[in-house]
């Protein structure tokens, strides 16, 4: 029985609010009771109101949220309300009878109160009789100790008396040990069943509240998952069924019984050695569970389990792809691993892009690609001139001519990397973003990764210390692309380029700022070079003076490197020898080719032509397979008006035919806006025609 649970401030069963609501609620009482015995009706009523009011506002309150029965909230209501028409009744009796009226009206009011408090203690009854009816299961040990209470109750003498039997005493500790009222030893269970570990499960969290004499638990957060994990760590399940899940940052209080039930079953089998597929929400909880140590023996430990998972994995998603570098970078400095990080690295399923190799090597004046089109606005990786060209060709001549441009920048007092790269200052750093990871208290440390990034923790706070990417986006693409149109004529590039603009770069290269008094001197200075004739002058000749040096030739569209030839003069003799053979099998098959065209008609003007434009009809075979609705939006792309809404799906059905007609994308996505490739601008033109 638990009355207080109706009485607004003794409810949570928090002391400071009891202390409050005990002051008022005497308060004003005491004040009513003066009033009614100083003949003051009107105050009297005044100071009820103030009792009845707190019943409401907080019942209210509750109704709303759904937590209190309505009669709750109509109770005080009702009484408020005849509590104000006993006051304007009092009003209106006469000054000789107001006298004998306020003791009768505390009577009736503190009647009307006895009621209503016998009628709550009822209630509370009902639900502590209920409560206490539900019956425990009955288990081994309950069975057991029946058994004993009631082999001790025979086991009692009976004194002989007048008119009654005696009984004899038995001794069921060593006469009847095989009896059913013997002691039995119970062997321990091995494992909880699946449901009744998944509720104890959910008992684990941070306390929040005490609402209506029952605790709430945070059970959402990394520090429940942990403690929750840790209690699961070797729970085994063997499910037939399978219940996806979809949720974002899961953890064990997103899935109901059975998500949980086919999430250890499926990490049961991984713990045997199979990785199968199942929902990305599952392996993200079990990536959670590797971060924070859970069934890890040691670091290395869990670095082998991470690999080993991200491994079999991605073979059915690759979605994981893009945070585990960087988890796996975290994990390695928070729990202070001994062996390189670069070894640990080499282990990945998939290269990692160190950032540390790129920037040596730009120390060593080797400029990557990866480099000079991080955070640009143009791709070059992504132009079907790279993926279907010589790759190494084409990276080589980037990287002379960027040398030839960093020289012309050195000589002008500007250092071409600056728009590149910068060496941060102890930056603020998060270990585990995105990742569902409790942060442990591992005291002052220090991790090298290389000479271009290492991390350090200082009284709880992190910083990382290293070098980073500029975000000069229009800068960075205005010079990849005017190097790409000059790498395209020297190689021999099918397809050209259109010139880039130079508006957006004064903007960039202020930062914003109105007057160019204001901004640094290296700025103007890379603005007005970049504007010059001599931008365009150097990286013309010095990709022209690397296809010349490097022996380099064009066939079909593609750039050779042609080697210096070796001959082996001892191998003439038989060199000639094959050159003969060579020489007598070409006359006889000029001489058969003349006789069969002596006997075969001539082919048809137009046939010629149809062959030629099936070689040469991979535009105009997109422009044929595209619908209606896909030719608008391309012409819409092509002019460069207000796209429609919502055509995301019409981009991928375009970009999915285009593949298969030209084996390339022609539509990228800029800044979130669909924009065509520049160098497939003048096909689409041609190959659409009037339907643009």
Known sequence: MRISRYIPGFRSGKRWKKIIASIFYCFVFICALTSASAGDISNMFIFINYLILPFIAFNLYGLIKKRVRWYLFVIPLVLLSFNSYLSQYMESVEEAQKS??????????????????????????????????????????????????????????????????????????SKYKTSPYAKEKIAPRKQKSPYAAFKEMRTFGRASSNYYGYTMYDTNSAETFCKQAEFMATFTDDCDVFTPCDTYYTTYAQMNDAQLRTYFTWRTKIRQGRIEDTSLSYAFCYIYELLNNIGVASAKDGIEKLIVFWTGFRIHNTKIDHYLPRWIKDYYVVNRMTDSFDFVASRFPVPYKDKGDMFDRLVRGIWDINLVEMYSRHKMTRMAFYKTGNQKVIENCLNVVFTALNDLFKTNGIDLARLYVYVSQDDYYTPFQGAVYTHKNVGDLSAKLNDYESYNCKNGKWSVHEYAYTNFPCTKGYILKTVEIEIRKSLGGKKGLNSPKFDEISVELRDGRRAWSQVKEWRKKAYELLKSKEFGQVIANAAQ???????????????????????????????????????????????LEEELNAVLPPQSEQTVQSKQTEDTSGFIGLANSLNKDEKELLGTLLKSEQIPANCELLVEAINEKALEAIGDNIIEYVDGRPCVYDEYEDELMSSLGGNI
């Open 100 to 173: 004998a009226l306020p003791t009768a009206v505390m009577v009736v009011v503190v009647i009307i109160f006895v009621v209503v408090a016998v009628f709550l203690i009822r209630e509370s009854k009902k639900k502590d009789t209920a409560v206490s009816n539900i019956k425990p299961p009955v288990n081994a040990v309950t069975v057991a100790a029946n058994r004993t209470n009631a082999a001790s109750m025979i086991s009692k003498t009976v004194p002989e008396e007048a008119g009654m039997n005696t009984f004899a005493e038995v001794d069921l500790s």
């Open 545 to 591: 003076t690397y296809s010349k040096t490097a022996n380099i030739i064009v066939k079909d569209g593609s750039a050779i490197e042609i080697k210096p030839v070796e001959i082996d003069l001892s191998k003439l003799d038989k060199i000639r020898e094959e050159h003969e053979e060579t020489a007598k099998k070409l006359i006889i098959e000029e001489y």
